[in-house]
Every structure is written in structure tokens, then in C-alpha cells.
């Protein structure tokens, strides 16, 4: 039980279609986050929301939009991706700033191939 | 600028002889430093973290960790090794002065044979 779910686990698309992730935790935290993690490569941060804010964007291409419309959920919207970003997404969860000492809590991710 | 570095790709052991993988780091501050084990499918799940005070910190499922300010270094360890501990694991490291970036490590996958 890890208080954060990624769904759809899997997902298969085709490079003009357009999805959307889901993340949703219950721990009451005010920060999400969505990385994304490729095979023999460190954890990629995208995006990071605090109190529903969007404070850090690590030059992610637009295809792929975040919304978080509010603590407990956070959605990433998928749109006319390349093969290069079949990945496995991550959604984590944390306090906010004034806790950087405390751990992300993350889900199991979402499985992404881009045909 | 914050990095961790995980020098092994992968680290094989025996069942109950003690592990250790391997993290370095570079930050500007104070560093906050954690451990995270991901299993096949899974997410990855948090194990142990130093903060302040004791160098040795002690986590779940039997592990530790070492803090070494001046090799900067947070080496993970076991006493002795299960096969239900084969799995990837990730060092981490946040500024203590704030902020929400945490910078990973490129993962360590251990291996325990029975």
C-alpha cells in the first residue's frame, strides 16, 4: 500500500493519439510530482506542483501537459508523442518546501509505449 | 550543482553475507540523503534517510546507512543478504536550505544468490 495510485498501469498509444495519466495520493501531502524513467538512465523530474502550483519545469516538452486541479490529484496529458518517450511514469508525493527532509512516496507507475 | 554518483551497476552477493552499495554526492549545502529500492513493476519505495546527528542510520527491512561527511559518501549496507532483497536501488540527495528538487542516482541493481 504505498497511498499513491498511477492509473492506467499500461498503456499503448499511437503517436497522434492523445491520453491523459492519472496520479492520486492520501496522505494528505501538498507536493506532486511526475518523473519519468527510462531504461538504464537516473530519474527524470518534469514537473512539480506545490499546493496545486506549478514551481519547477524541467524544460519537458509541450506534448506533455500537466493539470493539478488540486492537492490529491494530478493528471499528465499526452499528445502526439515520439517512440523516445516509451517510459515508465512516476508519480510521487511529499510534503512541501518546508519539509525537504521528508521522502517521496511514490506510485507503481504507468507504462507507456508510443507505436 | 547537486549530483549523486552510484559507481555499480550491479552488485552481486550470497545469500547472508553482508552487502554494501555504493553512493557518493555533491551539494552546495547541508545534504539530506536518502535510500529507495524499487522492485520489478513497483515504484520506488523509500528505505532510510540521514538528515542530522548519527552517521550510522538504520532502515527498514534490515538496512543501514553509513554518512561520511568527508568521503561525502552514504554507502547502503546489510549484515547479511536475503533473496528477496534483489532489486534496484537508488541513492538521493536534497538541499537541506529547500527547495524540491532531489537528484537520483542512476540505480545500483543488487543481485543475492541463494
Known amino acids: 500500500e504505498t497511498g499513491v495510485t498511477q492509473t492506467p498501469r499500461h498503456l499503448v498509444m499511437g503517436m497522434t493519439n492523445k491520453k491523459s495519466l492519472k496520479c492520486e495520493q492520501h496522505l494528505g501531502h501538498n507536493a506532486m510530482y511526475w518523473y519519468k524513467q527510462s531504461a538504464k538512465k537516473p530519474l527524470e523530474l518534469m514537473f512539480v506542483y506545490s499546493l496545486e502550483e506549478r514551481v519547477e519545469n524541467n524544460s519537458v516538452p509541450s506534448r506533455f501537459s500537466p493539470e493539478c486541479p488540486n492537492s490529491s490529484h494530478l493528471f499528465l496529458h499526452l499528445h502526439t508523442l515520439q517512440p523516445e518517450d516509451s517510459a515508465l511514469y512516476l508519480c510521487?508525493?511529499?510534503?512541501?518546501?518546508?519539509?525537504?527532509?521528508?521522502?517521496?512516496?511514490f506510485g507503481d507507475g504507468t507504462r507507456l509505449s508510443i507505436l | 550543482a547537486q549530483s549523486v554518483a552510484q559507481p555499480e551497476d550491479q552488485v552481486n552477493v550470497a545469500e547472508g553475507n553482508p552487502l554494501t552499495v555504493k553512493c557518493t554526492y555533491s551539494?552546495?549545502?547541508?545534504?539530506?540523503l536518502f535510500w529507495y529500492v524499487q522492485y520489478p513493476n513497483r515504484g520506488l519505495q523509500f528505505l532510510l534517510k540521514y538528515i542530522t546527528g548519527d552517521n550510522l542510520v538504520k532502515g527498514s527491512y534490515g538496512f543501514e546507512a553509513e554518512f561520511n561527511k568527508s568521503q561525502t559518501s552514504f554507502h547502503l549496507k546489510k549484515p547479511s543478504a536475503l533473496v528477496s532483497d534483489s532489486a534496484l536501488y537508488f541513492c538521493a540527495v536534497r538541499d537541506s536550505t529547500g527547495g524540491f528538487k532531489t537528484i537520483f542516482g542512476a540505480g545500483t541493481r543488487l543481485f543475492v544468490k541463494a
Open positions: 551539494v552546495s549545502g547541508n545534504p539530506y
Open positions: 510521487a508525493s511529499s510534503q512541501d518546501r518546508t519539509y525537504s527532509n521528508q521522502p517521496q512516496h
